[in-house]
């Protein structure tokens, strides 16, 4: 074990726990966004797949996302358990760190991306349902996608696409897989007739707050190292985070005529989001940029193209799905090899192909995590059906689905 670089492994551990928080930030995120009858259920949603997909990761998952590639499409079973998962480096992944390392780093992204879906589904879904959806989800979907972009031998990988920290595994499977939810469970009873107000701003921004600050270990602990490419990430992701935060909040002022805290909060989520792909890619002006087009990019599709029309609770399609698109195509035109030799210089830096390379991984993965998505629903909504009764609806899913209130009257 020689090879064991003891500032490398202490930062992807460091990293794996800062991802681990975003999972209840989240929780918190989503939780302040809801009606004050449903605040425990949809934290509850984010909280329960810390253990469910820590489970699973282990005993298969990882295995499925990372395993040795069968075609090209999907790991094989030969690490299933963590068998052969040791302490020693794997080369093809991670070589100055640990094995197990390498693995308990990407759970953390495994546990947080179906989370990131139950946003569009809140105040209406069964719990059994959900557990049953989530872990059927990350099995035929993450861990074939992580794979296909991430794994060795992955065939998405090997046409060249560039996804640094998860913007077409993570935000654009969970934000097109939420859009189908949002369709196929429907409205929320009284969805355009009645107040469904924010309870707590301030839990949200709490939320936001703590995503922020654990992103750094989403995008900087990709580099897998300790190194300056690990600092180049970091910068990026502050600065599309920024960026994005104020260009959503003017973009909400101007529309609306006051600053929203809620948008400010909601635009910096969206910056991560669109700077996960490129962020050990691009330069921090390119950063930047990137940011501006993901706030105002995704402030469009909530306001314009989503809202009132689809009942996509928590916004996740026009937050993850978009700003991933907007992300993962900004990589084809920004990325240079002047910041990561091991990536590709993009449209900018004279390569046209990168950005069609990157549409392609958009379009095939998106229509692959929709159509598993919906046949899924489809499944369970006929054998245990998806949606709670009409009457839990109006009392709320914390005492219908948990028996437990959030605040005592």
């Given at each position: 074990?020689?090879?064991?670089?003891?500032?490398?492994?202490?930062?992807?551990?460091?990293?794996?726990?800062?991802?681990?928080?975003?999972?209840?930030?989240?929780?918190?995120?989503?939780?302040?966004?809801?009606?004050?009858?449903?605040?425990?259920?949809?934290?509850?949603?984010?909280?329960?797949?810390?253990?469910?997909?820590?489970?699973?990761?282990?005993?298969?998952?990882?295995?499925?996302?990372?395993?040795?590639?069968?075609?090209?499409?999907?790991?094989?079973?030969?690490?299933?358990?963590?068998?052969?998962?040791?302490?020693?480096?794997?080369?093809?992944?991670?070589?100055?760190?640990?094995?197990?390392?390498?693995?308990?780093?990407?759970?953390?992204?495994?546990a947080i991306t179906p989370a990131l879906i139950s946003g569009a589904f809140a105040e209406r879904k069964r719990f059994k349902a959900f557990v049953i959806f989530s872990l059927l989800w990350s099995t035929l979907v993450y861990a074939p996608v992580a794979h296909w972009v991430w794994g060795v031998?992955?065939?998405?990988?090997?046409?060249?696409?560039?996804?640094?920290?998860?913007?077409?595994?993570?935000?654009?499977?969970?934000?097109?897989?939420?859009?189908?939810?949002?369709?196929?469970?429907?409205?929320?009873?009284?969805?355009?007739?009645?107040?469904?107000?924010?309870?707590?701003?301030?839990?949200?921004?709490?939320?936001?707050?703590?995503?922020?600050?654990?992103?750094?270990?989403?995008?900087?602990?990709?580099?897998?190292?300790?190194?300056?490419?690990?600092?180049?990430?970091?910068?990026?992701?502050?600065?599309?985070?920024a960026m994005a935060a104020l260009t959503w909040m003017t973009a909400s002022w101007v529309r609306h005529k006051q600053p929203s805290v809620l948008g400010a909060a909601a635009g910096a989520v969206a910056g991560l989001v669109g700077i996960t792909p490129a962020a050990g890619f691009v330069t921090?002006?390119?950063?930047?940029?990137?940011?501006?087009?993901?706030?105002?990019?995704?402030?469009?599709?909530?306001?314009?193209?989503?809202?009132?029309?689809?009942?996509?609770?928590?916004?996740?399609?026009?937050?993850?799905?978009?700003?991933?698109?907007?992300?993962?195509?900004?990589?084809?035109?920004?990325?240079?090899?002047?910041?990561?030799?091991?990536?590709?210089?993009?449209?900018?830096?004279?390569?046209?192909?990168?950005?069609?390379?990157?549409?392609?991984?958009?379009?095939?993965?998106?229509?692959?995590?929709?159509?598993?998505?919906?046949?899924?629903?489809?499944?369970?909504?006929?054998?245990?059906?998806?949606?709670?009764?009409?009457?839990?609806?109006?009392?709320?899913?914390?005492?219908?689905?948990?028996?437990?209130?959030?605040?005592?009257?």
């Amino acid at each position: 074990m020689d090879a064991i670089n003891g500032a490398d492994t202490a930062w992807v551990l460091i990293s794996a726990a800062l991802v681990m928080l975003m999972t209840p930030a989240l929780g918190l995120f989503y939780g302040g966004m809801v009606r004050g009858k449903n605040v425990l259920s949809t934290i509850m949603h984010s909280f329960f797949m810390l253990a469910l997909i820590s489970v699973q990761w282990v005993l298969i998952g990882y295995s499925l996302a990372f395993g040795p590639s069968l075609g090209g499409f999907i790991g094989g079973l030969d690490w299933i358990g963590l068998n052969g998962v040791g302490l020693e480096p794997n080369p093809d992944y991670a070589a100055t760190i640990p094995h197990q390392g390498f693995m308990v780093y990407q759970l953390m992204f495994a546990a947080i991306t179906p989370a990131l879906i139950s946003g569009a589904f809140a105040e209406r879904k069964r719990f059994k349902a959900f557990v049953i959806f989530s872990l059927l989800w990350s099995t035929l979907v993450y861990a074939p996608v992580a794979h296909w972009v991430w794994g060795v031998g992955g065939w998405i990988r090997a046409l060249g696409a560039l996804d640094f920290a998860g913007g077409t595994v993570v935000h654009i499977t969970s934000g097109v897989s939420a859009l189908v939810c949002a369709i196929v469970l429907g409205k929320r009873l009284g969805y355009g007739d009645e107040p469904m107000q924010p309870h707590n701003v301030t839990m949200t921004v709490l939320g936001t707050a703590l995503l922020w600050f654990g992103w750094f270990g989403f995008n900087a602990g990709s580099a897998l190292g300790s190194g300056a490419l690990s600092v180049s990430a970091f910068v990026t992701t502050n600065t599309a985070a920024a960026m994005a935060a104020l260009t959503w909040m003017t973009a909400s002022w101007v529309r609306h005529k006051q600053p929203s805290v809620l948008g400010a909060a909601a635009g910096a989520v969206a910056g991560l989001v669109g700077i996960t792909p490129a962020a050990g890619f691009v330069t921090p002006m390119a950063a930047l940029i990137i940011g501006f087009l993901a706030g105002l990019g995704c402030f469009l599709a909530v306001e314009l193209l989503v809202r009132g029309r689809v009942d996509d609770a928590l916004d996740v399609f026009g937050v993850h799905g978009v700003g991933g698109i907007i992300g993962a195509l900004a990589t084809g035109i920004f990325a240079t090899k002047a910041v990561n030799a091991a990536g590709a210089d993009g449209l900018l830096y004279g390569n046209p192909g990168q950005l069609g390379v990157q549409a392609l991984a958009i379009v095939v993965v998106a229509a692959y995590a929709a159509a598993v998505t919906w046949g899924l629903l489809k499944i369970l909504d006929a054998t245990i059906g998806l949606r709670v009764s009409r009457e839990e609806e109006h009392r709320g899913l914390d005492t219908t689905q948990h028996g437990e209130v959030a605040y005592q009257a």
